[in-house]
């Protein structure tokens, strides 16, 4: 009885919605990872990368580049990591560039929350398509770069050593292809516990650090007040008006000014789990699982749709990765002009991206329904 209510609200409000948002996607992970795990045991994963090894070449890369990018679906971190294996320079730094572009694990609740309450009859086809998606802009970001850094006769222009590229050429692809066999179950259990508990242990105390931060963000007013919905409402938090500031960013991706997007996307800059968590956060949903809750007729997200839903889960998905990669692709690049050229990039990708499909998802709704 004598605990302050802004404490019982940080607990249960801030810090235990944050992170139980985001636990209790962890049975969508380990159906994920128990995949990866299983094509990787049979040997077939390999031979994956031989059959897209000629595919990739016409577009700059090789096979090697398909092995970051499948690491990349757990965690963009060791997939940039594994780029090292990559010996010709422009392609490393490329494959680097476009690792991020994988829905990474972390990118998982945000497809999950979206597609189960907007697409509930066909979520695992829009999932789907986000990968489907992914494979495009990386193949097409690809063909771009190597189009503009490298003229028809493979020589440099003069550019180029400013941006990502230093010489020409393409990785051989020489690897031994294991033999098919059976999965072991117990390595398979092994290897898909230690990716869980290592996606626990890297966002857990990210995430409700971020928690704490929202929450205190959105509870108190500029001069230190807390609201109670008595004399200041959530509007007059320090977290609106930030948000304000920068609504105009996404307002040709959702199609309205939302204070509230803005901020959860920008969570997402420094963990992508963070959008969702933030979201339910905002929102005061103490239900981890209860989507309708989030988006609720009512609520501050009440104006999402159908396709506003999905050009908001491809932005998120598709622009600059979290901290932890940013600080990997900083330290592969070796280059701070290479590094903020390939964050822009990124940004840019995502921004356009979503935007056209908002509009032209708008436009066409227009004309034929």
């Known amino acids: 009885n004598n605990i302050e209510p802004w404490i019982i609200n940080l607990i249960c409000d801030g810090i235990l919605t944050g992170v139980g948002t985001v636990l209790k996607f962890i049975p969508q992970l380990l159906i994920l990872f128990f995949c990866i795990s299983f094509l990787e045991s049979s040997g077939y994963m390999s031979r994956i990368a031989f059959l897209l090894d000629k595919i990739f070449t016409q577009f700059g890369l090789s096979g090697k580049s398909l092995v970051p990018f499948i690491i990349g679906t757990g965690c963009s971190v060791p997939g940039i990591m594994s780029c090292r294996i990559i010996k010709e320079d422009a392609e490393r730094k490329m494959t680097i560039l476009l690792t991020p572009f994988i829905p990474c694990s972390a990118k998982l609740p945000i497809i999950s929350l979206f ?196 050009a908001f889960v491809t932005f998120n998905l598709f622009s600059i990765p979290c901290f932890s990669a940013i600080s990997a692709m900083k330290q592969e690049l070796g280059s701070k002009k290479r590094f903020f050229l390939a964050l822009l990039y990124q940004m840019i990708v995502a921004w356009v991206l979503a935007s056209s499909i908002y509009c032209i998802g708008t436009i066409c709704k227009t004309l034929f329904f």
């Open 115 to 310: 597609c189960s309450f907007f697409f509930p009859k066909n979520a695992w086809a829009v999932s789907f398509s986000f990968y489907v998606l992914a494979i495009f802009i990386i193949l097409c970001s690809a063909l771009l770069l190597k189009k503009i850094f490298f003229s028809k006769k493979g020589k440099e222009k003069n550019f180029e050593k400013m941006l990502f590229f230093s010489k020409k050429g393409v990785t051989l692809f020489v690897q031994e292809l294991p033999s098919y066999q059976w999965p072991n179950a117990k390595m398979i259990l092994k290897d898909v516990g230690t990716r869980v508990f290592h996606f626990i242990k890297k966002t857990g105390s990210l995430i409700v650090a971020c928690s704490i931060v929202v929450w205190v963000l959105l509870s108190f007013t500029w001069k230190l007040d807390y609201i109670n919905q008595t004399f200041y409402t959530i509007e007059d938090s320090i977290l609106a008006s930030i948000g304000k500031m920068f609504s105009w960013f996404f307002y040709p991706i959702i199609g309205e000014l939302n204070w509230a997007v803005t901020i959860s996307s920008m969570q997402g800059f420094i963990a992508k789990e963070q959008v969702v968590s933030s979201m339910a956060i905002i929102q005061g949903v103490t239900s981890f699982s209860n989507a309708q809750a989030i988006f609720s007729p009512t609520g501050i997200f009440k104006n999402f749709t159908a396709l506003s839903a999905y």
